[in-house]
């Protein structure tokens, strides 16, 4: 039953690689690094955690990833991975470093940009270096078929600039009544900013099926009754020990745990984000991302 299973999967996979191909040979614009933030409504939810093996994940599945740690209150990407960034925004705004010389390698190849106070600085930043950032960052089209954008959490002025200007937003909360009201008032907050906003949402740490699927359609219908929007259910991760385990080591539980609950739901959840891909509308790439960061920043 689990061979058929994944026979299934990868067949879904091979007709959306093949159906991608088809549409990128029309349409060069979808070609475009697609940019992706992840955020929450309050912190302490397992959203940098999420964002990581989120990021392994897809890449298993042949995607380029990368990662640019945006969470200027507790920029944390580098513990859960177990590596320490040499390279920070800030030496390519500042030293006009070249793109590829600040991003950290981690494994299965993925890419991690640290943001750290070079976001700050986009505020400051002259004319002339400003097109040479431009310039550099037009670099990551070519590089990641991804871009996972982590957010800091919550409404402040920082993590809705990055959540605007991103194609799609991962909204990530637990079944705590607290962290389910917040992360309405994030979704609310940024469909009166934005009202063509693509909106997802996972719900980490369930203890059973039904808790994950009771949150996601409280949810879901609360945002369809009072803001008309259709919120896209992601899928749920289970509340698994392996997860904490897997933190205590510094190592990402899909690597660390490649068959447990949680590694499993993450697996659902990526093939579910690449096989629900808009066809529609192009993706805006990384240049159209950073361009409008420097614009809410200034």
Not at 9 to 19: C, T
Not at 79 to 95: A, Q, S
Request: proline share 3%; glycine share 8%.
């Amino acid at each position: 039953m689990a061979d058929q299973a994944e026979k299934l999967r990868q067949l879904a996979l091979n007709l959306k690689k093949q159906a991608e191909a088809e549409l990128r040979e029309k349409d060069p614009r979808f070609n475009r690094t697609r940019v992706i933030a992840v955020t929450s409504g309050k912190g302490g939810v397992g959203k940098t955690n999420f964002t990581i093996n989120l990021a392994l994940t897809l890449t298993k599945l042949g995607k380029k990833v990368l990662v640019f740690d945006a969470d200027l209150g507790l920029a944390n990407v580098d513990v859960v991975l177990g590596v320490t960034p040499k390279y920070t925004l800030y030496n390519l705004i500042k030293d006009e470093m070249n793109i590829r010389d600040i991003i950290t390698t981690g494994p299965g190849g993925l890419g991690i940009i640290a943001g750290g106070s070079g976001i700050q600085e986009l505020a400051n930043i002259s004319r002339k270096k400003l097109n040479t950032f431009i310039k550099s960052l037009q670099e990551l089209e070519g590089m990641a078929d991804i871009l996972l954008i982590d957010t800091g959490a919550g409404l402040n002025r920082n993590v809705l600039a990055f959540v605007q200007a991103a194609d799609e937003v991962i909204v990530v909360c637990t079944p705590e009544p607290t962290s389910i009201t917040d992360a309405y008032g994030l979704i609310k907050a940024l469909h009166s900013k934005k009202p063509d906003a693509r909106i997802s949402l996972v719900v980490n740490r369930v203890e059973n099926m039904e808790e994950g699927k009771n949150t996601a359609n409280k949810l879901t219908m609360v945002s369809q009754r009072f803001l008309k929007l259709n919120l896209e259910q992601l899928g749920f991760i289970w509340d698994d020990l392996h997860v904490s385990k897997a933190v205590k080591y510094q190592e990402p539980f899909v690597l660390k745990y490649p068959n447990c609950l949680a590694s499993t739901c993450m697996k659902g959840i990526a093939d579910k984000l690449l096989t629900g891909q808009d066809t529609q509308k192009p993706p805006g790439g990384v240049k159209s991302f950073f361009n409008k960061i420097i614009g809410f920043f200034s």
